[in-house]
């Protein structure tokens, strides 16, 4: 089955506009995470989110968790181009691998 | 900052033949992972590595698959008899343990082309 799916799967915005990403997931977490990919290079770690918090904030980003959901949200606010790359939430279960979703291909127009 | 990294960053091979994808975990880090990327799809995992030993690993990885830390430093991927369709990205990722933080880092990657 799939888990931590993501939506939308791409997202267009003009600078300076928040992107708002939704994942959702199926089974018990431990943690959620948020890993950003430019265009063929590796995963860059995000933010994390233990299951018993409820949000939390890193500069730009505000991630959000609903257990009784089981989705996350991440919020960038005042995007940047820079920002522009693919958008992977990644449940971190019991054994720590990661079951990571689809992604959201972000792009934000200068 | 200390960083993974791969070698090579892009490697091609013919169909059969054996592959080896090295990785140079963060030196006092103790969890071991590899995942892979087929082209447009998700990441995924493929196996976990911890005290010289398969802690998990997914239904992908079958017996084709293996992995070793010949060393101290490098943690290494073979494909024994490579198929087109193991033609992907492959990331190695490292975790440190105990520090309370589960956050991975990742490798820039290694593309693998099998023609």
């Known amino acids: 089955s799939q888990q931590g799916e993501e939506d939308p799967q791409a997202l267009s915005i003009q600078e300076g506009e928040n992107a708002t990403m939704n994942c959702s997931y199926k089974t018990s977490i431990n943690n959620l995470q948020w890993y950003r990919q430019n265009s063929g290079r590796g995963l860059v770690h995000l933010i994390l989110i233990r299951s018993n918090e409820r949000e939390k904030h890193s500069g730009r980003l505000r991630v959000t968790l609903d257990t009784s959901k089981k989705s996350s949200s991440l919020l960038i606010t005042a995007s940047r181009a820079a920002d522009t790359a693919s958008y992977f939430c990644?449940?971190?279960?019991?054994?720590?691998?990661?079951?990571f979703g689809a992604g959201t291909i972000l792009r934000v127009k200068s | 900052e200390p960083e993974v990294t791969q070698t090579p960053s892009h490697q091609v091979t013919q169909m059969g033949q054996e592959v080896i994808l090295r990785c140079v975990p963060i030196s006092n880090h103790l969890y071991f992972y590899w995942y892979r990327q087929i082209l447009g799809q998700k990441v995924e995992f493929l196996v976990s590595?911890?005290?010289?030993?398969?802690?998990?690993k997914s239904e992908i990885f079958d017996d084709q698959f293996s992995v070793e830390r010949p060393d101290g430093s490098n943690f290494t991927l073979k494909i024994r008899s490579t198929k087109l369709e193991d033609s992907a990205m492959y990331f190695c990722?490292?975790?440190?343990?105990?520090?309370?933080?589960?956050?991975?880092?990742f490798g820039p990657g290694t593309r693998l082309t099998v023609t």
């Open positions: 590595f911890y005290n010289n030993e398969i802690s998990e």
């Open positions: 990722a490292s975790y440190p343990s105990g520090t309370g933080s589960y956050e991975q880092y």
């Open positions: 990644a449940q971190s279960e019991y054994g720590n691998k990661l079951v």
